[in-house]
């Protein structure tokens, strides 16, 4: 048991540890391509700390344990907004762009009712993989589309980029390195303490799998808030919670189709999709997210956890 639980927080560890330098890398080189910072956190960076996630889901579903999968992703995008956004704005106050109010937010909660409609067969399968791709393709297409910022930016010295930009990618492989070995070890342990506390794997997959593998965006979310930096912060979020759903369950159905555990539609599926209707509202008032909507999405975070722990023992 005490082996497991080192190994636990050691893939933890090494999960936070390879989505930082992924983010490091992946933000810088989009940057010094001169990709704007809205842009960058809602794709490159979205893509980056989402990452955990893919593997730990599609380890997850591959080993036959697809209540961690699925588990991992809705508590991860309850996370995103709860604990990452709330942590966020408590520290500061988030500006909100108005085009990501008018057309990324929306979009967000569109793939998360996708995604709820898509389970309520209790099957997630090859079709439904393709349909998530397939949607995920058209949020890249429209961030692609907007990429560019002014091409007045002066360029750098090209040997002194073509440096910069292998350093980046370096950063990206090994931060790709430490993610997989971490996903690999996260899995194996946290199903080892599930099932040694009673726990359900859904449960496991909801609560401390997500929040493991939530790190990279509240890591990533709270520091470029506390920054100014407000446009990665809420587009990491959003993007990430775009990415989860589309590219994540996605991948997964395309690969490994698996089922789904009907009792995440008593409440699992229902409260990820209203704290999505929720941030919409909040960022609309003013476009801004306040300290204490903050203190709501935290709050929110919680309750769900309770919740779901007290529906996982009934």
């Known amino acids: 048991m005490i082996l497991n639980i080192f190994l636990f927080c050691l893939g933890i560890a090494l999960l936070y540890l390879g989505s930082e330098w992924m983010v490091k890398g992946a933000a810088s080189l989009a940057l010094s391509l001169s990709i704007r910072p809205i842009i960058v956190g809602l794709t490159v960076v979205a893509f980056a700390t989402s990452a955990p996630e893919l593997l730990v889901s599609l380890i997850a579903a591959v080993k036959g344990f697809s209540g961690v999968s699925l588990g991992n992703i809705l508590g991860s995008n309850v996370a995103n907004i709860g604990l990452v956004l709330g942590a966020s704005a408590l520290v500061r106050s988030l500006a909100v762009d108005k085009k990501l109010v008018r057309r990324e937010i929306p979009f967000m909660i569109g793939v998360s009712g996708l995604f709820w409609l898509i389970c309520l067969d209790g099957w997630i399968g090859r079709v439904d993989g393709a349909v998530l791709l397939a949607g995920l393709a058209f949020f890249l297409i429209l961030g692609i589309m907007t990429a560019k910022k002014s091409e007045n930016t002066k360029d750098e010295v090209p040997a002194q980029k073509r440096k910069k930009v292998f350093w980046y990618i370096f950063l990206i492989l090994i931060g790709m390195v430490g993610l997989i070995v971490g996903a690999h070890l996260l899995v194996n342990s946290a199903i080892f303490i599930a099932r040694q506390l009673g726990l359900s794997e859904v449960f496991i997959g909801l609560s401390i799998v997500a929040?493991?593998?939530?790190?990279?965006?509240?890591?990533?979310?709270?520091?470029?808030?506390?920054?100014?930096?407000?446009?990665?912060?809420?587009?990491?979020?959003?993007?990430?919670?775009?990415?989860?759903?589309?590219?994540?369950?996605?991948?997964?159905?395309?690969?490994?189709?698996?089922?789904?555990?009907?009792?995440?539609?008593?409440?699992?599926?229902?409260?990820?999709?209203?704290?999505?209707?929720?941030?919409?509202?909040?960022?609309?008032?003013?476009?801004?997210?306040?300290?204490?909507?903050?203190?709501?999405?935290?709050?929110?975070?919680?309750?769900?956890?309770?919740l779901s722990y007290w529906l996982s023992m009934g």
């Open 211 to 306: 929040v493991g593998t939530s790190l990279p965006e509240l890591a990533t979310s709270v520091v470029a808030g506390a920054r100014g930096e407000y446009d990665i912060s809420i587009g990491n979020v959003v993007g990430s919670n775009v990415f989860n759903v589309c590219m994540v369950m996605g991948t997964v159905g395309l690969f490994n189709p698996m089922s789904v555990d009907m009792r995440l539609m008593r409440f699992e599926f229902p409260a990820m999709f209203l704290l999505s209707l929720i941030l919409l509202v909040f960022a609309r008032t003013g476009f801004t997210l306040s300290r204490v909507e903050g203190l709501f999405f935290i709050l929110s975070f919680f309750l769900f956890i309770g």
